[in-house]
C-alpha cells in the first residue's frame, strides 16, 4: 500500500496513510490499513499504541472520524492516533479529556484537541491508556443520559 498525505483533524497536520477525501469509500481509513501502510518505526509504534486501546476498550471497533483512522467505541470516536508532520498526535475527540491528561503530564504540546508527541518523546502509556479511559467514560456517560424530545 502506498502512504498518501491527506489532512488530519488539526487543518494544519499532515497524515500519512489516509487519504482525505473518500478515504471511507475505497475501504481505505482502517485502523489496521493506515498503520500498514506507514514504515518503521511509525508502524510499530501505532500498533502498540492501536493494541493498548483495544485492551483497554475491547469492545472498540475500527473505523474513521474527522477524516482520519480511529478507533470507535459505541459509535462514537474514542481515539486516533496519526503520523503528523513533525512526529505523531494523538487524538481522543475531547477538549475536556485532554486537558484532565495533560494536568498529570509534563513537556507535551498539545492542541485543544490532541496532543503531540516524538519517538524521542512518546507520549507514557499510562497517559494513553488514561486518554482511552476517560473518552470512553465520557461517551458512556453521554450516552446514559435520557434524551430530550422536543
Do not use: N, W
Not at 518505526?41 to 485492551?55: D, F, G, I, T, W
Not at 472520524?65 to 513533525?86: C, H
Not at 519517538?119 to 486518554?131: I, S, T
Amino acid at each position: 500500500m502506498s502512504v498518501i498525505i491527506g489532512q488530519g483533524y488539526d487543518a494544519g497536520t499532515p497524515m500519512r496513510g489516509v487519504s482525505r477525501a473518500g478515504c471511507e469509500d475505497v475501504g481505505m481509513g482502517e485502523v489496521t490499513d493506515y498503520i500498514a501502510g506507514l514504515e518503521e518505526p511509525a508502524r510499530s509504534l501505532l500498533e502498540r499504541y492501536r493494541a493498548r486501546a483495544v485492551r483497554v476498550v475491547p469492545e472498540a471497533d475500527e473505523g474513521t472520524s474527522y477524516g482520519m483512522a480511529a478507533l470507535r467505541y459505541r459509535g462514537r470516536p474514542l481515539i486516533s492516533v496519526i503520523v503528523a508532520k513533525q512526529g505523531y498526535a494523538v487524538y481522543p475527540f475531547s477538549p475536556a479529556v485532554v486537558e484532565s491528561v495533560l494536568a498529570e503530564i509534563d513537556g507535551f504540546e498539545s492542541t485543544k484537541g490532541g496532543i503531540k508527541f516524538t519517538d524521542q518523546h512518546c507520549l507514557p502509556d499510562k497517559a494513553f491508556e488514561a486518554l482511552v479511559a476517560r473518552r470512553r467514560d465520557e461517551i458512556d456517560a453521554a450516552l446514559a443520559k435520557p434524551r430530550r424530545r422536543s
